[in-house]
Structure formats: C-alpha cells, structure tokens
C-alpha cells in the first residue's frame, strides 16, 4: 500500500491511478471469542458459531466465525487503508468464498490486487474496477477468497 510520508495516511487512488496488477495490504485485526458469539448471536446465531462446545460436534470441530463476520471484518481492513479508493469503496457485485473457517485467536489482514480497470462509456466520471481480496491469517492461511466488481471515480479536471 502507498502512504504518504508526511501524514502515513493512505494516498487515495481515483480510477486514472489504478492498472491491472496493482496490489494492496491492509492493518490487522485480531478476533477473539467473544467477537465472534457477538456477532452471531446478532447475525448469524448458528450453534458453531455461538458456542465452542456446541460446535465440537459439528462439521468445523470448534467455533467458527460466520463468514459474514470474516466478510464485515474484510471490509472494515478494506476501508481502513487496505483499499484506498477516491469515493469509498462502492460495490457493484461480485463473489465470496471461505476456504477455511476464521477461528478466536486468528489475526487477519487482507491483501488486494487490481485485476481490471474500465472506464464507463456512459458515464465519464466512473469507471469500473474489478478486485481480487483475500483475507489472511497470522498462518498464511487464505480464510476467505473475493472478486468484487466497484465502482470508482475519475480524477476531477
């Protein structure tokens, strides 16, 4: 990732300063236990992911996070300078996969690249940017796999 080095602040990126192999990384975030029984028990209140005793018994042989709390932290890293775009980072589609489930104790980061880059031919202001994200632990393992299709501005005159 580039930061500026009067500020360490992120440089934010408009769509004119991005190009296909361009790779980001984001800070860390640490989960622990009780991190993920909140979110779930918010969101997604599925035993393996509410209880370490209950999810023994199941397909993950302990507690899990929901992968939408893998995906809310991914987005949080993304927005805290893992992805610095011009004008947020604005969805347009796209595709997620958990290859293996987020545990308490993991330490995540996230780390991007840039595999296309289209202007709009309607809109001038815009164009599309297509991302490749996977989200890591603090063993090198891929948690989560995601092609996300956005929408970023241009470079104002």
Do not use: C
Request: net charge negative.
């Amino acid at each position: 990732m580039s930061t500026s080095p009067e500020t360490g602040a992120a440089t934010l990126r408009y769509l004119d300063d991005l190009k296909p192999g361009d790779r980001f990384v984001s800070g860390e975030h640490a989960l622990d236990e009780a991190q993920i029984t909140s979110f779930a028990a918010q969101f997604d209140p599925q035993p393996f992911h509410l209880s370490d005793e209950a999810a023994r018994s199941t397909l993950f042989g302990g507690l899990a996070a929901s992968g939408w709390h893998t995906a809310a932290v991914t987005m949080r890293l993304l927005v805290g300078g893992g992805l610095p775009l011009a004008g947020g980072i604005i969805g347009a589609g796209g595709e997620i996969s958990w290859p293996k489930p987020t545990r308490p104790g993991n330490v995540l980061h996230v780390e991007t690249e840039v595999v296309s880059v289209t202007p709009s031919a309607s809109r001038p202001d815009r164009g599309r940017v297509v991302v490749r994200s996977q989200t890591i632990n603090q063993h090198g393992d891929v948690l989560q796999q995601s092609v996300y299709n956005l929408v970023v501005p241009r470079r104002p005159a």
